[in-house]
């Protein structure tokens, strides 16, 4: 059970990781704009598909396995946002960051700044709010909040 619980926090980590890593590049590369922003941005949305998705799917499941095998309730608080958290963070990559990453791109080639700061402001703010949940989300985790059996 130890490879499963390193598999999810690696999943955990993954997801994470790639939060991070957007919010300290994407603005770097919105200064630098043009094509080679329209590309970094087009792999975020590329990460979605590749990184993101793969990695909550693992949490999902190792983290449901790991559920079980010691005997947690479903109703425990840390399980019930974790499954939240994934919901939460497929809608956003679906409904907001695969569509609206697309369309900034497309702004930085058509060099449209009065799109791009609408569209870049709304990609920080979603943003924020995965990576603020995700944070939580593994707080609870950490500390098995409302851990039942």
């Given at each position: 059970?130890?490879?499963?619980?390193?598999?999810?926090?690696?999943a955990a980590a993954?997801?994470?990781?790639?939060?991070?890593?957007?919010?300290?590049?994407?603005?770097?590369?919105?200064?630098?704009?043009?094509?080679?922003?329209?590309?970094?941005?087009?792999?975020?949305?590329?990460?979605?598909?590749?990184?993101?998705?793969?990695?909550?799917?693992?949490?999902?499941?190792?983290?449901?396995?790991?559920?079980?095998?010691?005997?947690?309730?479903?109703?425990?608080?840390?399980?019930?946002?974790?499954?939240?958290?994934?919901?939460?963070?497929?809608?956003?990559?679906?409904?907001?960051f695969g569509p609206v990453g697309?369309?900034?791109?497309?702004?930085?080639?058509?060099?449209?700044?009065?799109?791009?700061?609408?569209?870049?402001?709304?990609?920080?703010?979603?943003?924020?709010?995965?990576?603020?949940?995700?944070?939580?989300?593994?707080?609870?985790?950490?500390?098995?909040?409302?851990?039942?059996?």
């Amino acid at each position: 059970m130890e490879l499963v619980l390193l598999i999810h926090i690696l999943a955990a980590a993954a997801w994470f990781g790639a939060n991070v890593t957007q919010m300290i590049v994407n603005p770097r590369m919105g200064k630098i704009g043009g094509v080679a922003a329209a590309e970094w941005m087009r792999s975020t949305v590329l990460m979605g598909k590749v990184l993101y998705g793969p990695a909550a799917i693992v949490a999902l499941i190792t983290g449901i396995i790991l559920a079980i095998d010691r005997g947690y309730s479903f109703g425990s608080t840390f399980i019930t946002l974790g499954f939240v958290t994934v919901v939460v963070g497929a809608g956003l990559g679906i409904r907001v960051f695969g569509p609206v990453g697309e369309k900034v791109a497309e702004a930085y080639e058509s060099d449209n700044e009065a799109e791009l700061k609408s569209l870049t402001a709304k990609l920080r703010n979603f943003g924020l709010v995965d990576i603020l949940l995700l944070t939580l989300a593994m707080a609870s985790m950490v500390m098995t909040w409302g851990a039942r059996f």
